[in-house]
């Protein structure tokens, strides 16, 4: 099991940019494909974005892309969710996720295996 700590998040006019991180306590972090999952009040949570374990996939939802990038640092065994030009429905609590799997074309919450606490978004207009 891994443990997820999410921080960055805050709130932001809209056009404003954010940088979340997820913190991961594993000692095979460069094993994990990493994903960025969002849920916004009253919907289900939804997919962001994905990258694999070298960090040579990545993958988006049609809603951020062009706009948000996923980035890791196995030494720091971090990853990173960069939102430029935020809008308001992208608030939401984003959630960060780990999977032993390649990570290729995973969208699914249940790809991933280990979760962690959320990190509240709010960007107002």
């Known amino acids: 099991q891994v443990q997820l700590v999410e921080s960055g998040g805050g709130l932001v006019q809209a056009g404003g940019s954010l940088r979340l991180s997820c913190a991961a306590s594993?000692?095979?972090?460069?094993?994990?494909?990493m994903g960025w999952f969002r849920q916004a009040p009253g919907k289900e949570r939804e997919f962001v974005a994905v990258i694999s374990w070298s960090g040579g996939y990545t993958t988006y939802a049609d809603s951020v892309k062009g706009r948000f990038t996923i980035s890791r640092d196995n030494a720091k065994k971090t990853v990173y969710l960069q939102m430029n030009s935020l809008k308001p429905e992208d608030t939401a609590v984003y959630y960060c996720?780990?999977?032993?799997?390649?990570?290729?074309?995973?969208?699914?919450?249940?790809?991933?295996?280990?979760w962690g606490q959320g990190t509240q978004v709010t960007v107002s207009s």
């Open positions: 996720a780990a999977t032993l799997g390649s990570g290729v074309g995973y969208r699914a919450q249940t790809d991933f295996g280990s």
């Open positions: 594993v000692r095979t972090f460069s094993s994990y494909a």
